[in-house]
């Protein structure tokens, strides 16, 4: 089965800097996809950025990007120019190619963001 | 608009009182699912259904009934609360044969079980 793991509970980092959010997953698949997704204080799931792992450039949107190492089965997120509302909890998460299988996610790191 | 409804958004019971969550999509999608999100260990995922008519178990399925009816409606259905069900719930949706498999998620349902 495959795990997602984020080894930062809670991170923080200061207004408009550049933060990076670790994540590591295990599986024996070569198909899949990858995902980060922010939670608000809101609660609700919103997409960050997407990843598939057939593609070997690296993910972007506007200040969000990943550092996706296929061989090491890293997908790191950063985010520049850090914004007040960047504040949030961060989910990495796995779907394998099929479809037909759930998202499996991460445990969150919390990221707090200093003015 | 193009979205995932539940309702209801907050929801306090009691143990053995059964209740329904429902959960809605209006983007003709054939996946849908239902995830729970407690402290500390991220998103579960509870039941799913790749299309109409058909259901599956995802990692924590016990206590929870689901039925997809109709393509859009996906309901979750506590039989019997009790108070290791409270939690916070998601329903998500995505097309299955998307490229993209990105899921679209509802709001959130808080759940209270006393």
Known sequence: ?????????????????????????DTSESDYYL???????????????RQEAYKQQNATENRFSVNFQKAAKSFSLKISDSQLGDA?????????????????FGKGTRLSVIA | EAQVTQNPRYLITVTGKKLTVTCSQNMNHEY????RQDPGLGLRQI????????????????????SRKEKRNFPLILESPSPN????????????????????????TRLLVL
């Not at chain 1, 089965?1 to 670790?22: F, G, I, R, Y």
């Not at chain 1, 949030?88 to 499996?104: D, E, H, I, K, Q």
């Not at chain 2, 849908?32 to 995830?35: D, E, V």
């Not at chain 2, 409270?86 to 899921?103: G, H, K, V, W």
């Open chain 1, 1 to 25: 089965a495959q795990t997602v793991t984020q080894s930062q509970p809670e991170m923080s980092v200061q207004e408009a800097e550049t933060v990076t959010l670790s994540c590591t997953y």
């Open chain 1, 35 to 49: 995902f980060w997704y922010k939670q608000p204080p809101s609660r609700q799931m919103i997409l960050v950025i």
């Open chain 1, 88 to 104: 949030a909890m961060y989910f990495c998460a796995y779907r394998s190619y099929s479809g037909n299988t759930p998202l499996v």
């Open chain 2, 32 to 35: 849908m699912s239902w995830y």
């Open chain 2, 47 to 66: 039941y799913y259904s790749m299309n109409v008519e058909v259901t599956d178990k995802g990692d924590v399925p016990e206590g929870y009934k689901v």
């Open chain 2, 85 to 108: 069900q409270t939690s916070l719930y998601f329903c998500a949706s995505s097309p299955f044969r998307d490229s993209t498999e990105t899921q679209y998620f509802g709001p959130g």
